[in-house]
């Protein structure tokens, strides 16, 4: 009786530890702008590309390189699903870009990518790599 009751206690400290951590990474996800450092196992250096994501309307919005993207996600548990991604359609004046933004768009639209946290920045794996790798920083508070 003993056993089974610090069993319950094991199972139920960590069932609340899951909780916690999830409502940790939705939290860190939000108040931040996602910049893209590597997508594919390329080096993005400079990239214009970037992310921010509203958890109360599980929405987000960017660049991707020269055009502003949204659409949905959904993050549950260690998976985050992108749904109905939309860009503006304004042509990139480098060829290089475009590619680059056109391939960023194929990356989401109705992709789904283990996540996975750690430190400032956030993976978004696929298979076991890293398809997409983006750095956090905090979101500077516009005047009006």
């Known amino acids: 009786m003993i ?4 069993m319950l206690l094991v199972l139920l400290a960590n069932t609340c530890n899951q909780q916690k951590a999830v409502k940790q990474q939705i939290s860190s996800i939000q108040d931040k702008r996602w910049s893209l450092v590597n997508m594919n196992g390329t080096v993005q250096e400079r990239s214009p590309i ?3 994501f509203d958890t109360a309307t599980h929405r987000f919005s960017g660049n991707g ?9 959904e993050l549950e548990g260690n998976e985050i699903s992108f749904g ?3 860009s503006t359609r ?17 990356m989401l639209s ?9 430190g400032q920045q956030i993976q978004f794996r696929d298979s076991g ?3 997409m790798l983006f750095e956090g920083f905090k979101k500077v508070a516009v005047k009006k």
């Open 110 to 118: 109705d992709r789904t990518y283990t996540v996975k946290f750690e």
């Open 3 to 6: 056993r089974l009751t610090a």
């Open 65 to 73: 390189g020269c055009n502003k993207v949204g659409g949905e996600y």
């Open 84 to 86: 109905k991604v939309m």
């Open 129 to 131: 790599r890293i398809a």
């Open 50 to 52: 970037w992310l921010e």
């Open 90 to 106: 304004m042509a990139c004046m480098d060829a290089q870009a475009n590619e680059r933004e056109s391939a960023f768009l194929r």
